[in-house]
């Protein structure tokens, strides 16, 4: 099940952005975190696509949601413009961003090609 993360939470389990200027990703398993809007039509196509491989990567990554109007810290620690965007963090190494709905097979071939998840 994919899981919302408040600035809090989010600091926690992905990166604090206050204690470290560098990456240093917190969390134990590689994670993708869907910034996103009730209202726009692109994340709800989405959404049920990340609910689909949160149970199927169950154990191997984590799925997160930030909500951009409730958590506009965040949206612009990570200079979010548009929505939905999507960010991929692999365990070790640099996130990349990718904007827009993408489909179920762009999403396992980042899974695979930026945090070797497979």
């Not at 200079?79 to 097979?105: C, E, N, R, T, W």
Request: aromatic fraction near 12%.
């Amino acid at each position: 099940m994919t899981e919302h993360l408040t600035a809090e939470t989010f600091k926690k389990k992905v990166f604090n952005y206050e204690v470290n200027k560098e990456w240093k990703f917190e969390g134990k398993v590689p994670c993708v975190i869907d910034f996103y809007a009730d209202w726009c039509g692109p994340c709800k196509i989405v959404a049920p696509i990340l609910e689909e491989l949160a149970e199927e990567y169950d154990g191997k990554m984590n799925i997160y949601k930030v909500n951009t109007e409730e958590e506009r810290e965040l949206s612009s620690v990570f200079g979010i413009q548009s929505i939905p965007s999507i960010l991929f963090v692999p365990k070790d190494g640099q996130p990349q961003m990718a904007m827009g709905a993408l489909p179920k097979d762009t999403f396992e071939k980042a899974f695979k090609d930026v945090l070797k998840v497979e």
